[in-house]
């Protein structure tokens, strides 16, 4: 079955530049989307459409794709961007829609 | 702002049904397709599946049949069913609002992507 591979964990000091990324075959045909999901919360959508920012998100969050990787960037990372971010996509088919299996990014 | 809450049982014996309902308010249930979504302990999140008002559903291929999803559009409400419940099925189910969007770059195709959720429910398999 079709998956994402994100890296299980990133680690930033508050102010650096945070990337995750998400890998998939499919990704060069289909949108990448990213969620925030602080620790005992609900997943929050933060980009949307590869590189498009919902509104309240903050600008330092920023998307971007390339053949088979979807990248997420957090530029001036905080302490309160301390989460598990997950991508989400479909496959080809658009008959599996998965999710990576998550990072977890670190600010200290 | 359209919001979502789930409600159902803690906790379900093995073998038996899991059943969830999500109460949608702030918008009307038939005018968007309606995921649920479950999340292991410790573990990552599970798409397990979509309903349009109109009854058309998707479901994730892992659940083998297992999961039914249906709208009740008088009480803004959608439900899922989970039969034959295992330990592997415990749980945080959440719910969540689709979008259904054209793309502007392929002629007559659609994506669809989860943009708000539920705080989710914790369902516990054990006897």
């Known amino acids: 079955s079709y998956g994402l591979t994100q890296p299980p964990s990133v680690s930033v000091s508050p102010g650096q530049t945070a990337t995750i990324t998400c890998s998939g075959d499919?990704?060069?045909?289909?949108?990448a989307f990213w969620y925030q999901q602080r620790s005992g919360q609900a997943p929050v959508l933060v980009i949307y459409?590869?590189?498009k920012r919902p509104s309240g998100i903050p600008e330092r969050f920023s998307g971007s794709s390339s053949g088979t990787v979807a990248t997420l960037t957090i530029t001036g990372a905080q302490v309160e961007d301390e989460a598990d971010y997950y991508c989400?996509?479909?496959?080809?088919?658009?008959?599996?829609?998965?999710f990576g299996g998550g990072t977890k990014l670190t600010v200290l | 702002q359209v919001q979502l809450q789930e409600s159902g049982p803690g906790l379900v014996k093995p073998s038996e049904t899991l059943s969830l309902t999500c109460t949608v308010s702030?918008?009307?249930?038939?005018?968007?397709?309606w995921s649920w979504i479950r999340q292991p302990p410790g573990k990552g999140l599970e798409w397990l599946g979509y309903?349009?008002?109109?009854?058309?559903?998707k479901y994730n291929p892992s659940l083998k049949s297992r999961a039914a999803m249906s709208v009740d559009t008088s009480k803004n409400q959608f439900s899922l069913t989970l039969t034959s419940v295992t330990a592997a099925d415990t749980a945080v189910y959440f719910c969540?609002?689709?979008?259904?969007?054209?793309?502007?770059?392929?002629?007559?195709?659609?994506?669809?992507?989860?943009?708000?959720w539920g705080k989710g429910t914790s369902v516990t398999v054990s006897s």
């Open positions: 969540a609002r689709v979008l259904r969007e054209r793309s502007t770059v392929t002629a007559n195709y659609f994506y669809y992507y989860m943009d708000v």
């Open positions: 702030g918008d009307s249930v038939s005018n968007y397709y």
């Open positions: 309903i349009y008002y109109t009854g058309n559903t």
């Open positions: 499919a990704l060069p045909k289909r949108y």
């Open positions: 459409e590869d590189r």
């Open positions: 989400y996509s479909t496959d080809s088919s658009d008959n599996n829609w998965v």
